[in-house]
């Protein structure tokens, strides 16, 4: 009885040790003695006991916050960055092998890269350029983490704090710069206000009945309005050979 039950015992021992279960986004870098063998999964995976360990690795997008840094721009302002990386495992061997803690790994080469990057841009180009220095981060992080195995997708720049005094000067620059734009608009206006006027004034000395019309149109203006105004119309007509004497006597 008791050769029986040492062997169900080694039984269980095996399959404990041996039988290894890995999801769909998993996989397996075995060891063999402590040399790789090769990457395995997803599914059932069979290990030899005691030679054989196992590694895990996730092959899921993975999004890392990178800690907001201190960087000093190129126009000598100082701001606080912070940003988002989406990275995955492509090939899980190089990324248990070729880095220690890859996780780890990216997550002090992004904060370095970000301070390198964004104290090469200016603050205006900093705050409107934001996906030039999206590109410039990702390319960066991808061709470091290549030899690791592993492939940065996307980096964001989430939020950049600016200090009060520059958040202050900013908002006046944006007030001053909206009073331009309405005296532009307001000169434009009276431009072409002006230009109008010049035009009908030409109108009006080539035809000389052109500017009764628009005194009878001002009068009837005028009496629409609820008022106790009286207007006598009187014709320009008869003013005119006492004009021409005084024109005379000059």
């Given at each position: 009885m008791i050769p029986y039950i040492g062997v169900v015992v080694l039984v269980v021992f095996f399959l404990a040790t041996a039988l290894r279960i890995l999801n769909e986004y998993?996989?397996?870098v075995i060891f063999r003695l402590g040399r790789v063998i090769q990457a395995k999964g997803?599914?059932?995976?069979?290990?030899?006991?005691?030679?054989?360990?196992?590694?895990?690795?996730s092959?899921?997008?993975v999004a890392m916050d990178v800690d907001p840094q201190d960087v000093i721009t190129l126009d000598n302002v100082s701001v606080k960055v912070n940003a988002v990386i989406y990275f995955?495992?492509?090939?899980?061997?190089?990324?248990?092998?070729?880095?220690?803690?890859?996780?780890?790994?990216?997550?002090?080469?992004?904060?370095?890269?970000?301070?390198?990057?964004?104290?090469?841009?200016?603050?205006d180009e900093l705050l409107s350029a934001r996906e030039k220095i999206n590109a410039q981060l990702q390319e960066i992080l991808d061709t470091h983490t290549d030899?690791?195995?592993i492939k940065v997708a996307t980096?964001?720049?989430?939020?950049?704090?600016?200090?009060?005094?520059?958040?202050?000067?900013?908002?006046?620059?944006?007030?001053?710069?909206?009073?331009?734009?309405?005296?532009v608009i307001n000169a434009e206006g009276e431009f072409q206000a002006a230009d109008r006027l010049a035009a009908a004034a030409?109108?009006?000395?080539?035809?000389?009945?052109?500017?009764q019309l628009r005194y009878l149109q001002t009068m009837r203006e005028m009496s629409a309005e609820n008022n106790t105004t009286t207007v006598f119309p009187l014709p320009i007509d008869l003013f005119r050979p006492f004009l021409k004497g005084l024109r005379k006597d000059e």
């Open positions: 998993e996989r397996g997803p599914g059932l995976i069979i290990l030899i006991p005691i030679v054989d360990k196992m590694v895990k690795v092959m899921r997008l995955r495992v492509i090939e899980p061997i190089k990324a248990i092998v070729e880095v220690e803690n890859y996780g780890y790994a990216i997550s002090q080469l992004a904060q370095t890269t970000l301070r390198s990057v964004c104290g090469q841009a200016e603050l030899p690791w195995g980096v964001e720049l989430k939020h950049i704090d600016l200090p009060q005094e520059m958040q202050r000067a900013m908002a006046k620059q944006a007030e001053a710069e909206r009073e331009r734009r309405a005296k030409e109108i009006i000395d080539a035809h000389p009945t052109a500017i």
